[in-house]
Structures are given as C-alpha cells and as structure tokens.
C-alpha cells in the first residue's frame, strides 16, 4: 500500500511539473497594470503608518 501511495505521490508531483514547463506565462499586462496599483497603494499605506508612529512618538515624548 505504501508503494502505490509513493508511485501516485510521485506521477501527481511529475504532472505538475510538466503542466508548469508546457504552460504559456499566465502574467499579461492586465497582471503587471494590478501589480504596479498595489505597489502604489501599499506605498502610500506605509507612508500614513509612518506618519502615525512618528505622531505617536512625538506625543509620547511629549507625555514624558
């Protein structure tokens, strides 16, 4: 029983790989255009998380 589930394991994991070296590159420009919005959202989210903390160790240092 242990063969067969190590010979299954073993053709699932040898199909996935040549599904992976025969498939076309799924990333079009649509993939690149949502990547570069994401990049500039998150930019900006971390910009104002910045700006919170600094604020933050500005009223604490002020606190003390």
């Known amino acids: 029983m242990r063969k067969i589930k190590d ?15 025969f498939a076309e590159s799924g990333f079009s420009q649509e993939d690149r255009d949502r990547l570069i919005r994401m990049e500039a959202s998150l930019k900006v989210f971390m910009q104002q998380v910045d700006k919170r903390f600094e604020e933050l160790r500005e009223n604490m240092n002020k606190t003390l």
Not at 7 to 21: D, E, H, P, Q, Y
């Open 7 to 21: 010979g299954i394991t073993a053709l699932i994991f040898v199909m996935s790989l040549v599904s992976v070296c």
